[in-house]
């Protein structure tokens, strides 16, 4: 059984650019969420989906990000027009309804160049 | 607001030592509590969980984790350190009942050296 995959793991972007971070949750799981690590900081939260449905996005920057996870296909977490303050790890995790705890892929690591 | 504090955020210790990584967390109710640890250029690995129960927790490598209630507390110990042991540790908070409990609140992390 997998775990969670995301790719690429690395992704050089220039200014301007976008991103697109993709995510297959492990076999089996519905729920994916987001998160991103600054450089010498935790990881903070940032969407939360179910399959074809945004639950929580409230961690998110209200504008250039965006997230979708189709009823078929990863999860995707789009950054259009990026700038240098986007370069960190992004990094994606999936579980079950009633699971303990979630499970996190390798994370993406974005750089803004 | 919920919180939650690792205040070392650099600890070093010789291999065969013991070691105990503390971590407090700010939140009206009892969270759920988790230790993850990441080594450089990895992903997250769940050491252990606490959700109800014993409040001691053991966990995966060796780890153990010990929920104070009353200290708002959930510290992780291990009673002798190895080399590869070496990398960085992040308490987490989760606060979603009724759901997946995926959605997490991270602490900053403690990088923890292992001297020869």
Same mark, same amino acid.
């Given at each position: 059984n997998a775990g969670v995959m995301q790719n690429p793991r690395h992704l050089v972007r220039r200014r301007g650019q976008e991103a697109r971070l993709r995510c297959s949750p492990m076999k089996g799981h519905s729920h994916v969420y987001w998160y991103r690590q600054l450089p010498e900081e935790g990881l903070k939260f940032m969407v939360y989906l179910q399959k074809e449905n945004i639950?929580?996005?409230? !961690?998110?920057?209200?504008?250039r990000f965006s997230a979708e996870f189709p009823k078929e296909g990863p999860s995707i977490l789009r950054i259009q027009?990026?700038?240098? !303050?986007?370069s960190a790890a992004y990094f994606c995790a999936s579980s079950i309804k009633g699971a303990g705890g979630a499970f996190f892929g390798q994370g993406t690591r974005l750089t803004v160049v | 607001a919920q919180s939650v504090t690792q205040p070392d955020i650099h600890i070093t210790v010789s291999e065969g030592a013991s070691l105990e990584l503390r971590c407090n967390y700010s939140y009206g109710a009892t969270p759920y509590l988790f230790w993850y640890v990441q080594s450089p250029g990895q992903g997250l690995q769940l050491l252990l969980k606490y959700? %109800? #129960? /014993?409040t001691l927790v053991q966990g995966i490598k060796g780890f153990e984790a010990e929920f104070k209630r009353s200290q708002s507390s959930f510290n992780l110990r291990k009673p002798s350190v190895h080399w590869s042991d070496a990398a960085e540790y992040f308490c987490a908070v989760g606060l /979603?009942? #009724? %759901?997946?409990?995926?959605r997490l609140y991270f602490g900053r992390g403690t990088q923890l050296t292992v001297w020869p």
């Amino acid at each position: 059984n997998a775990g969670v995959m995301q790719n690429p793991r690395h992704l050089v972007r220039r200014r301007g650019q976008e991103a697109r971070l993709r995510c297959s949750p492990m076999k089996g799981h519905s729920h994916v969420y987001w998160y991103r690590q600054l450089p010498e900081e935790g990881l903070k939260f940032m969407v939360y989906l179910q399959k074809e449905n945004i639950i929580d996005e409230s !961690g998110m920057p209200k504008e250039r990000f965006s997230a979708e996870f189709p009823k078929e296909g990863p999860s995707i977490l789009r950054i259009q027009q990026v700038v240098r !303050g986007d370069s960190a790890a992004y990094f994606c995790a999936s579980s079950i309804k009633g699971a303990g705890g979630a499970f996190f892929g390798q994370g993406t690591r974005l750089t803004v160049v | 607001a919920q919180s939650v504090t690792q205040p070392d955020i650099h600890i070093t210790v010789s291999e065969g030592a013991s070691l105990e990584l503390r971590c407090n967390y700010s939140y009206g109710a009892t969270p759920y509590l988790f230790w993850y640890v990441q080594s450089p250029g990895q992903g997250l690995q769940l050491l252990l969980k606490y959700f %109800s #129960g /014993d409040t001691l927790v053991q966990g995966i490598k060796g780890f153990e984790a010990e929920f104070k209630r009353s200290q708002s507390s959930f510290n992780l110990r291990k009673p002798s350190v190895h080399w590869s042991d070496a990398a960085e540790y992040f308490c987490a908070v989760g606060l /979603d009942r #009724g %759901s997946t409990l995926g959605r997490l609140y991270f602490g900053r992390g403690t990088q923890l050296t292992v001297w020869p």
